[in-house]
Nanobody
Framework: QVQLVESGGGLVQPGGSLRLSCAASGLTFSFSTYTMRWYRQAAGKERELVAVIGRPGGSTVTADSVKGRFTISRDNAKNTVNLQMNSLKPEDTARYYC?????????WGKGTLVTVSS
């Protein structure tokens, strides 16, 4: 059974930082062969792609809205993908989801809530 479990969310003041992690287990193939993504969904809004990290080689892409503030990384030895979030803004408030994709396989975690508020 595939599981993606996100952690690290919470309440943070504007300008603060959080580090989200997603731990994968039960994948059919090696974790390193999956493209990993972070999405977020704010209340009343559509789910938005935040960042992508590719297979070994680790090419990354981040959304314009978080460019320069968020960094995605992966640790293939630990089957984890991380999202370092700096200079957080109230508009970053959302539930953040981890996603793993390989060919026809597509898995989601349940998300972790990030609230940016003073």
């Amino acid at each position: 059974q595939v599981q993606l479990v996100e952690s690290g969310g919470g309440l943070v003041q504007p300008g603060g930082s959080l580090r989200l992690s997603c731990a994968a287990s039960g994948l059919t193939f090696s974790f390193s062969t999956y493209t990993m993504r972070w999405y977020r969904q704010a209340a009343g809004k559509e789910r938005e792609l935040v960042a992508v990290i590719g297979r070994p080689g680790g090419s990354t892409v981040t959304a314009d809205s978080v460019k320069g503030r968020f960094t995605i990384s992966r640790d293939n030895a630990k089957n984890t993908v991380n999202l370092q979030m700096n200079s957080l803004k109230p508009e970053d408030t959302a539930r953040y989801y981890c996603n793993a994709v390989r060919a026809t396989e597509n898995y989601w975690g349940k998300g972790t809530l990030v609230t940016v508020s003073s």
